[in-house]
């Protein structure tokens, strides 16, 4: 009997067979270019754009994820940009499995070059031993040892900063200055790497006008406030010297930290309404105009005209609360106060004082 198989014989083509076979496949293609003609242009082709096309302002990425004019009299958006997320793929529709076969893309991250290729496994709790250990390898092919040991600084910045209630553009920023210094400076252990992690947050915070104290970040980050000043230090050094041979404009502007900077995040932890937050930042101002106090920290005489104001209008605020607040201590919240209450007849309007003083 014949012995009959499902293996199909493949024959090999002669020269002149391959060559009608082209030949067939050029007239398809030249056919669908006459048929199509011209195509349009979606992106841009002379790369990412780094400024306004109207107003040549800096961009900043939104909330959304779209590039966004930081001109607040411009304010353009533009939504001609590639999704640069993580990629989620299901493979569960065409079959009745009850499991969900998902595969997470690895997002493209400029910081993480070489671990931007590849896809994260899920697991949960009813994932086999065998998949578990696929998803550990696949963790561990993924990603090179140095860019292991940056993505987790960067899970830090971030679990920190976020649990503070920072913005993403900080965050970002952060994580940038901090591959900036890893870079240069390889060798950070123990406590002394940790108090670079929050000299980056420290940095980002001074450029993106939201200053942080020492202290605070030494809140944040769990650290004695010595090791937190000398990290804060440490990190503007290192970028002094990796930015020395750089033009001016191409150098990192670190904004002066001015009292009116921790006005409006003081006040919002104590309650205070709106129209004595903007007293207090009116105060601020003047106080910074005229020099009437400059023997003292921009967070201290932010403390001190925040108390004066409860002071004045008679608000159920303690002096322990604006120290618990702004960890000034309360003989540097008093010294500030009597400073500014010598100045209280130009620094308060005659209609606040009608308002809120009883006497």
């Given at each position: 009997m014949p012995k009959y198989t499902s293996k199909k014989n493949k024959g090999n083509l002669s020269s002149q067979d391959k060559a009608k076979l082209w030949n067939v496949f050029d007239l398809e293609v030249s056919d669908t270019k006459e048929n199509t003609g011209t195509l349009e242009c979606i992106y841009r082709e002379c790369g990412d754009r780094e400024q306004c096309d109207q107003c040549a302002a800096s961009l900043a990425f939104s909330d959304e994820g779209f590039l966004t004019c930081t001109n607040s009299k411009c304010g353009i958006i533009y939504k001609d940009t590639?999704?640069?997320?993580?990629?989620?793929?299901?493979?569960?529709?065409?079959?009745?499995?009850?499991?969900?076969?998902t595969r997470c893309g690895m997002p493209i991250n400029p910081l993480l070059k070489e671990s931007s290729y590849g896809c994260k496994v899920l697991c949960n709790g009813n994932t086999s031993y065998e998949m578990r250990k696929i998803r550990r390898y696949t963790e561990w092919q993924s990603m090179p040892?140095?860019?292991?040991?940056?993505?987790?600084?960067?899970?830090?910045?971030?679990?920190?900063?976020?649990?503070?209630?920072?913005?993403?553009?900080?965050?970002?920023?952060?994580?940038?200055?901090?591959?900036?210094?890893?870079?240069?400076?390889?060798?950070?252990?123990?406590e002394n790497r940790d108090s670079i992690l929050g000299g980056s947050i420290y940095i980002s915070c001074r450029i993106n006008n939201n200053p942080r104290t020492p202290k605070e970040i030494a809140s944040i980050f769990h650290l004695d406030v010595q090791n937190a000043t000398r990290g804060c230090k440490n990190v503007q050094q290192i970028i002094n010297v990796i930015e020395k041979d750089m033009s001016t404009e191409e150098k990192t502007v670190f904004n002066k930290t001015t009292p009116d900077d921790f006005i409006e995040r003081y006040c919002s932890r104590l309650n205070m309404n709106a129209e004595l937050t903007k007293l207090c930042h009116f105060i601020s101002i003047k106080v910074e105009r005229d020099g009437l106090m400059p023997e003292n920290t921009p967070h201290s005489i932010a403390a001190g005209i925040i108390y004066f104001i409860i002071q004045l209008c008679g608000l159920t605020i303690s002096k322990r609360d604006v120290r618990a607040v702004s960890e000034i201590s309360e003989v540097t919240i008093g010294k500030c106060h009597k400073k500014i209450e010598k100045h209280k007849d130009i620094l308060v309007p005659k209609a606040i004082i009608s308002k809120y003083c009883k006497s």
């Open positions: 590639t999704d640069q997320s993580a990629e989620w793929r299901y493979y569960g529709a065409d079959d009745n499995q009850s499991g969900d076969p040892y140095k860019e292991k040991s940056q993505y987790d600084e960067f899970q830090i910045i971030y679990t920190m900063a976020h649990n503070a209630g920072m913005p993403k553009m900080i965050i970002d920023d952060a994580m940038r200055y901090h591959k900036k210094i890893s870079e240069y400076y390889q060798t950070f252990r123990g």
